[in-house]
């Protein structure tokens, strides 16, 4: 591919993910790698979402009632996510990438059925002792195969009746989590060089000017319409990446 239509794709792929962060509050990830995966290898869309997501995660880690305390409650899960990760990560780096474009669109079309369909289950708190770790194994290793760290951690929070705020907390420090562990993950199989990171740096220029307009445009829209539409695209999207992962 040349240089010209790879920074184009890359450049779009990061624009559309941060229009929709910032208008909904999620979706960097599943919408960057996903359109990025669609003619980039799943593991150089990984390895480049990995500075914007990492810094748009943080900070909506720190804005929240109580860090530590998420932390401390969710400690096993996100100790979880960070051995999922080790082992997801092989699949991403393997030989065959296929199999890792099968499992984002996997991951995509989960993610967007959910969504649609309002899924929304309860799990009470004396439950969270074996639920807690089983989410983060799983999430961790979907983070390390896929670069999206939104499934089944973001169902699975929604189910505790956590507020608003500490939800978007929780959430944050979920994927901060998982996207550092994947990060590690890809610098220890060598696929998350200087260069890279220097990618991953840059991405952060289309990213922001995405999250800025997003946010500007999120009072004339409906959260519910652009939601379903949102949801509608992962669901197309994931759809895709399956469809094509049997037929070739």
Known sequence: MEFSNYSLIVGVAFLVAG?????????????????????VPPV????????PSMVSNVWQMLVGPSMFGATRRFGTLLLMVCIGAAFGVGVLTGESPAYATLAL????????????????MLVSPRNERWASPLVGGLTGFLAGATGVSSVPSAPYMNSLGLDKDALLQALGLVFTVGTFA??????????????AAWESTLCLIPTMLGVVTGQKC?????ADTFKTVFFAGLFALGLYMIVRFVWL
């Open 19 to 39: 229009f929709v962060k910032g208008v909904t509050g999620m979706g960097l990830p599943p919408i960057a790698i996903g359109l990025m995966a669609v003619v």
């Open 218 to 222: 999120r009072a004339m829209l409906s």
């Open 182 to 195: 994947m990060a590690v993950g890809l610098y220890l199989k060598g696929r998350f060089e200087l260069t």
């Open 44 to 51: 150089q869309a990984a390895a480049l979402i990995v500075v």
């Open 105 to 120: 669109g996997l991951v995509l079309f989960v993610y967007a059925l959910l969504g649609l369909f309002k899924f929304n």
